[in-house]
């Protein structure tokens, strides 16, 4: 008995036949009847979702960052950092009206943070603050003394976690970052 072999054609149309019989049983009415509690389901978590991706998006600085990213050095370069920068500084200052003392620490690294972040974006070189700090004229920020003296409590207590900071210290290191940021023409 002789076996013939069918043909790459006869095997695609064989193929198309079963993708025409499997498309016709997914859409048939029967199934999509039987489906759509599912459907409903899916569509009812796919807008809870998305709402809380508008709301998330909304509600963090990330639309911010991503969008204004983009635009704030074309049409606006310092109007969008500058505000940026400014709540920031106020996410400092308003770690000092906890009572916690880590939180003050925190403040104070912060805050040695933003201005040496500052320091860089304004073409300092140096790997860290300190060696920023001594690249800046008193001319451009009057109180460099006490600043370096306020990064240098800083860089205490990012290396000796038993620091005691009091509150009246933190504050004064804080004020001093606060002058040295208007000095720059940041507040």
């Known amino acids: 008995m002789l076996v013939v072999e069918p043909t790459a054609s006869e095997e695609f149309?064989?193929?198309l036949g079963n993708v025409k019989t499997v498309l016709k049983w997914i859409l048939s009415p029967e199934l999509q009847?039987?489906?759509?509690?599912?459907?409903f389901?899916?569509?009812i978590f796919g807008i809870g979702f998305l709402v809380m991706i508008v709301y998330f998006t909304l509600k963090t600085s990330y639309m911010e960052w991503w969008?204004?990213?983009?635009m704030k050095n074309f049409l606006f370069p310092k109007?969008?950092?500058r505000k940026l920068l400014i709540r920031k500084w106020k996410k400092v200052k308003k770690g000092l009206q906890n009572e916690i003392p880590e939180r003050w620490k925190l403040?104070?690294?912060a805050g040695a943070?933003?201005?040496d972040k500052i320091l860089?974006?304004?073409g300092y070189a140096g790997d860290n603050l300190e060696e920023r700090l001594r690249r800046v004229d008193k001319e451009e920020i009057r109180n460099l003394d006490k600043l370096k003296e306020a990064q240098q409590i800083v860089y205490n207590v990012t290396s000796d976690p038993d620091y005691k900071l009091t509150k009246q210290k933190a504050e004064e290191v804080i004020d001093i970052f606060e002058h040295s940021l208007t000095d720059i023409g940041i507040l």
Do not use: A, C, T
Request: hydrophobic content about 60%.
């Open 41 to 43: 389901v899916f569509v």
């Open 107 to 109: 403040s104070i690294i």
């Open 33 to 39: 009847r039987q489906l759509f509690p599912l459907k």
């Open 13 to 15: 149309i064989v193929f």
């Open 67 to 70: 969008f204004m990213g983009f």
């Open 113 to 115: 943070n933003l201005i």
């Open 120 to 122: 860089k974006d304004e």
């Open 79 to 81: 109007v969008f950092e």
